[in-house]
């Protein structure tokens, strides 16, 4: 798997108090909030904790806009942490919509949100009555990404809510790059046609001329219909999330462009609203699919929706009606058992029946045509089967300490998910995304500096070399992992000459000393005494003076969810490790004689600590 075009820079998480500055129509169809204040520079929180200065680089930067829930006004927003917020609890919280930062003049102080108008939806209706003077909270952004580099040419598509973007996109336009931009609007009133059109790049006004938004194939069409010019292309498309699909399959699958030269984001999602006797959004009675669907992600629905996916169903339906018999065919299942399945999800509001008895897909059903859920709820995919082995081998691990993942599969977790040459690649690819968005920020930080060499170990270790080398032009990294995973973290990065690969594990010392050892994600995997010996063959693998390196999640309990601790759940009947708290780390390297960590937290409030092995 190649590199991202657009590397991410990830900052901490922070949120502010910001002044309504001023409020303008930039066309009939789009409002624009400019916000400033004070809060947008450094400062510490009224709670003690460091909020880093307001911070936007990218055209498609976005944050959070915390606004006031209309049956719970007082509900207060998030507060700030270290590197990250800690949200509220309970269920009366604030209303939270994400919204791309349009303009960011560092030197006047200023942000400028832009605002669809259409719907009564709380954001909307926000900025049509909020007056200057008014204050809002808001949070992030959390992390940027450039102008993809190494492109020939850049396909650049989206509807009004994706137009700030693009907006700030083409005044920041790289000199001499091409492009083509396609831009669907209302009507042709609502074109901003004071946009700059840099040298090089095409754009195309296309509008709906009264049909709703999220209804129609515009954007489609015109991509399918314009000349696809020679060289590499990168594509960047964003709007109605279920409008896309099509267009991310045309590119993946018509096309054949590769994951890293396509970014298809769902910036909304057409539902229906209830309104309340005054024509307000009712908030509460109009359901928001995506929550609904997550909720039915669980055993027997879960299992169903998993089975769907799996086989391809929203693939198959595809937005039209089909027979069982039809549907059986295309998916290549049993007719008998898919009926079964397909009666079952209709009692579930995922699927209906035509008045022919034909099946298509509800509207909350079409979430199964989003490529990320499909992908994620695909029991052959690495998400899902890590997610199986370690609810099936809960029981044993909660009666007794250890999961019994061997009596269902063979094989305990940890050799499954390397020998299974199909969950080796998955895993391998899922951790190395992640490890995306930290590794800039971690090779960043100041313990690399004037270091000569790194062993790394554990998860994503090429990512984090590749990272680790780009940033420290003298230092040379070594890759430790098991003989079975060193072909497959290779690829991922390709070669480099000061990155070498050496057949290891973090049970055992390394056979070359280096300045520092990495441990990426190794201590969740490990039961408390196997952490404490992996810290000690660490201490024992660094030259004299040398650090031994801890990187990854700490749980914290004020910040942790209902996903954070099912995670740890897992990964306990897995592996017999789990996530720890910061008491239970430095247990750990008390035990391993490792003295006292300095810690620092990276990126989005995964912490580091630098730990310097006792003498004697």
């Known amino acids: 798997m190649a590199r991202s075009l657009r590397p991410l820079s990830v900052y901490p998480i922070t949120t502010r108090t910001l002044e309504v500055l001023r409020v303008a129509d930039v066309t009939p169809g789009m409002r624009r909030v400019t916000l400033g204040g004070p809060e947008l520079a450094a400062h510490t929180a009224a709670n003690g904790y460091p909020v880093a200065a307001f911070r936007s680089d990218g055209f498609d930067d976005e944050g ?38 349009r303009r960011w003049d560092p030197v006047a102080g200023e942000v400028d949100l832009d605002f669809v108008r259409h719907g009564v939806g709380p954001a909307t209706t926000w900025a049509y009555r909020v007056a200057p003077g008014e204050r809002v909270q808001w949070a992030g952004p959390k992390m940027s990404a450039p102008h993809p580099a190494g492109a020939d040419w850049t396909l650049v598509a989206g509807d009004e809510t994706a137009l700030p973007a693009i907006g700030r996109w083409l005044e920041e336009w790289p000199d001499g790059a091409r492009g083509q931009v396609f831009i669907e609007v209302a009507d042709p009133a609502h074109r901003q046609l ?21 209804t129609t194939t515009l954007l489609f069409d015109a991509i399918r219909d314009a000349p696809w010019w020679e060289g590499t292309v990168f594509a960047w498309v964003a709007g109605e999330t279920l409008t896309l699909t099509p267009i991310r399959r045309w590119l993946r699958n018509e096309k054949g462009l590769p994951k890293e030269q396509v970014e298809v984001t769902g910036y909304w999602r057409r539902q229906e ?41 929203g693939a198959a339906l595809g937005g039209a009606a089909r ?73 044993a691990a909660v009666r007794t300490g250890r999961g019994d993942h061997e009596r269902w599969f063979g094989a305990d977790w940890g050799t499954r998910s390397v020998d299974d040459p199909a969950l080796l690649t998955a895993r391998v690819e899922d951790d190395a995304e992640f490890a995306g968005y930290a ?22 270790a090429s990512t984090f070399a590749a990272a680790l080398v780009d940033a420290h032009a003298a230092l040379r990294v070594r890759v430790v992992a098991a003989p079975s995973e060193l072909a497959a973290l290779r690829a991922l ?10 057949a290891g594990s973090p049970l055992v010392r390394t056979a070359e000393r280096a300045d520092a050892v990495l441990l990426a994600g190794v201590l969740p995997t490990l039961p408390d005494a196997d952490a404490v010996h992996v810290l000690r063959e660490a201490a024992a693998s660094v030259h004299p003076g040398g650090r031994v390196l801890v990187f990854g999640t700490i749980l914290d309990a004020e910040l942790a969810d209902e996903h954070d601790y099912e995670d740890d759940l897992i990964q306990f009947a897995l592996t017999g490790g789990g996530a720890r708290d910061h008491g239970a780390h430095e247990e750990l390297f008390a035990a391993a004689g490792l003295g006292t960590a300095q810690r620092t937290t990276i990126g989005w409030g995964l912490t580091l600590y630098a730990l310097t092995p006792e003498a004697g």
Do not use: C, M
């Not at 790049?201 to 296309?206: D, F, I, P, R, Y």
């Not at 018999?325 to 290549?332: D, F, H, I, K, Q």
């Not at 590794?439 to 994503?460: C, E, N, R, Y």
């Open 439 to 460: 590794a800039g920020a971690l090779a960043s930080a100041p313990v690399f500096a004037g270091i000569g060499s790194v062993s790394v170990i554990g998860t994503a």
């Open 64 to 101: 959070k806009l915390i606004l006031p829930h209309p049956d719970h006004p007082d509900a207060a927003g998030p507060t700030q942490a270290d590197g990250v917020l800690n949200w509220p609890h309970g269920d009366e919280r604030p209303l939270v919509r994400t919204y791309t930062v």
């Open 493 to 502: 990065v390709g070669e480099h000459e000061r990155v070498a690969y050496a």
């Open 194 to 214: 004071d946009l700059p059109v840099p040298d090089g790049v095409e754009l195309t006004w296309l509008s709906r001329d009264g049909a709703e938004a999220g």
């Open 273 to 313: 609203v209830v309104l309340d006797e005054s024509g307000a959004l009712d908030v509460e009675a109009t359901e928001h699919e995506s929550g609904v669907f997550h909720e039915l992600s669980e055993l027997a629905p879960g299992f169903a929706l998993r089975v769907a996916a799996t086989i391809g169903l």
């Open 323 to 395: 027979s069982a018999t039809e549907l059986a065919r295309v998916t290549a299942t049993d007719p008998a058992g898919l009926g079964r399945l397909l009666r079952y999800l209709a009692s579930l509001g995922v699927v209906a029946t035509t008045g022919d008895g034909a099946f298509e897909l509800t509207s909350l059903g079409r979430e199964l045509e989003d490529d990320d859920h499909a992908a994620a709820l695909d029991l052959g995919g690495f998400p899902a089967q890590r997610e199986l082995g370690g609810l099936l081998a809960l029981l």
